[in-house]
């Protein structure tokens, strides 16, 4: 490998890649670019025809997009959301139309040429490439979801430029292969170019899949299979492996229990399980017993998936205890979760975002007041005592570990059923309010709705933190970082917030009679008319 002009370190594959100047030939690494990154930011984005510093007449640096195809657009898609935006993925896979199909979309202009049209069916080319390279390149969660629509890589660890090579010398080799007529199959020869193109076997090592759900396997058991069914003891002692096999496997989400669901209607109760033993009824006597310990065990597995997190009558709370358990997170992190000042990459803009937006030391809302009094109160025995500091409120940009949080809240103050994971594809359109760990306000706006409009989706102010200008200065924060596009919202017609509205120009477009109906349940007194706003900018 050659060696970076700047810093005279090598370029490796994977690890410390970069681009090479088309006139001087010198390599430089991505990292030692004097603007900082590649155009667009994209991890592992290294398609482009570079001119060097010194190079270029106009003495900055020059970047031409290469014309990619759709496999390595959707490689250099996944390769980012993986390294970049891993809290929108859903153990490890993302949904090809709400993810990958969508961040394309974001990001045309930066991914094709300009010469390259946006045609009306681009979406389908999207789930065909994922289909066609399922074999090489892709993994479907088909398997761990039942379901078509979500994808990853197969080798998290390669970079889309070691996946293209590999891709033309497969190419390259099947064309010498039919010149000289003979018949090796294409995973065969796939296979061998891997090993010999792979130096470090650590990228070689596919993705680990969450641990199926043993139901899948068990409702396809037949009267035919039963008859020929291994002794009990041998069941037992292959499960028994089974099972201390899967005890050393950690999932990357956390477990959930049934009782962290609240009903709010016996209707919920027709999430049953439908498997039947019928052919049980037809098999020998010997692991008979056996199997229906298993469909008791599989029985509760499958009600826990069945509940729905969208459904009406089910609340969800999302604040679990239990989400710092998540793989990959070190103890540093959970521990000081909340405090983190790294820079953060938006997958939105690609640009990079400063940790935090404001700093506020002299409000003092009314719920620090009562802890003080209570304070007060219980230490005024107490000689000499001091309050403790108090601390300030923190205005950041959202972050993954505020989601189950913030999501709670939604549902809490809401409605059930909200999730704003997607809020994490673009960070600078947010804004969260932190007292010292503690989520009290937030704000997101929705940008780019048409092409002259953004939508105010959510605001909100725990009660005890509000009327301090927290939801104030949000609302000032995510018009400022809008101009040049009209915000529209929904509010109640008897919400005092229209208050807050109007006073930043928003004016009252028209009325919309039972807006909030598929949202409110019948004993909410809030109004279910909304008016609709528009800020013109």
């Known amino acids: 490998m050659e060696n970076c002009k700047y810093c005279n370190s090598k370029l490796e594959d994977c690890i410390e890649e970069g681009l090479k100047c088309n006139l001087c030939l010198n390599n430089v690494h991505i990292k030692c670019l004097k603007r900082g990154a590649v155009p667009g930011g994209f991890n592992g984005d290294v398609f482009y025809t570079y001119t060097c510093q010194e190079c270029s007449e106009s003495k900055s640096e020059v970047f031409v997009r290469d014309k990619l195809s759709w496999l390595q657009v959707i490689v250099l898609v996944l390769y980012h959301l993986n390294t970049k935006s891993s809290g929108l993925a859903r153990k490890g896979f993302f949904h090809w139309r709400f993810h990958i199909a969508t961040f394309i979309n974001k990001n045309w202009d930066i991914l094709f040429t300009k010469y390259v049209k946006k045609k009306k069916s681009w979406t389908g080319t999207v789930a065909g490439t994922l289909s066609h390279f399922s074999t090489y390149f892709f993994l479907s969660g088909t398997s761990v979801f039942k379901e078509q629509a979500w994808w990853t890589l197969k080798y998290p660890k390669m970079s889309p430029y070691l996946i293209t090579k590999i891709y033309n010398s497969l190419m390259t080799e099947k064309s010498k292969l039919k010149a000289d007529k003979q018949i090796i199959s294409d995973i065969e020869i796939f296979?061998?170019?891997?090993?010999?193109?792979?130096?470090?076997?650590e990228m070689l090592k596919p993705v680990l899949l969450p641990e199926a759900d043993v139901s899948a396997n068990s409702t396809e058991i037949s009267c035919d299979v039963i008859n020929i069914l291994p002794s009990t003891s041998q069941i037992r002692k292959n499960s028994e492996e089974k099972e201390k096999d899967c005890n050393k496997r950690k999932s990357?989400?956390?477990?959930?229990?049934?009782?962290?669901?609240l009903k709010l209607s016996k209707s919920s109760e027709s999430l049953a399980d439908e498997f039947t033993v019928k052919c049980l009824t037809q098999s020998n006597t010997r692991g008979e017993k056996y199997l229906e310990n298993i469909l008791k065990h599989n029985r509760c597995q499958e009600k826990k998936e069945k509940i729905?997190?969208?459904?009406?009558?089910?609340?969800?709370n999302t604040s679990l205890s239990n989400i710092s358990?998540?793989?990959?997170?070190?103890?540093?992190?959970?521990l000081l979760v909340g405090l983190r000042e790294q820079f953060i990459l938006s997958p939105y803009t690609g640009s990079q975002l400063e940790p935090y937006i404001w700093r506020d030391e002299e409000s003092f809302p009314l719920w620090l007041k009562l802890m003080v009094e209570i304070q007060l109160t219980v230490n005024e025995k107490t000689p000499n005592y001091e309050l403790p500091p108090r601390g300030p409120l923190v205005f950041v940009r959202v972050k993954p570990e505020h989601i189950p949080c913030i999501n709670s809240l939604c549902n809490q103050f809401f409605w059930p059923g909200i999730d704003l994971t997607e809020s994490l594809q673009y960070p600078d359109f947010s804004c969260v309010v932190l007292y010292k760990k503690l989520i009290v306000a937030f704000a997101f706006l929705v940008p780019n709705v048409s092409h002259t409009e953004s939508y105010l989706s959510f605001i909100f102010t725990r009660p005890g933190w509000r009327n301090i200008g927290i939801a104030k200065f949000m609302l000032y924060?995510?018009?400022?970082?809008?101009?040049?596009?009209?915000?529209?919202?929904?509010?109640?017609?008897n919400n005092p917030a229209l208050m807050l509205y109007q006073m930043f120009g928003f004016k009252i477009e028209k009325v919309v009679l039972g807006f909030y109906d598929k949202y409110y349940r019948d004993d909410v007194k809030e109004c279910k008319n909304a008016f609709v706003c528009r800020l013109e900018r």
Do not use: A, E, W
């Open 325 to 334: 358990r998540m793989k990959g997170v070190s103890m540093k992190q959970k």
């Open 308 to 316: 729905r997190l969208l459904d009406p009558y089910c609340h969800f």
């Open 477 to 493: 924060h995510l018009i400022q970082i809008n101009l040049g596009k009209d915000i529209i919202l929904h509010v109640s017609t």
């Open 191 to 201: 296979n061998k170019i891997l090993k010999n193109s792979v130096i470090n076997l």
């Open 252 to 261: 990357l989400l956390p477990s959930f229990d049934n009782k962290k669901f």
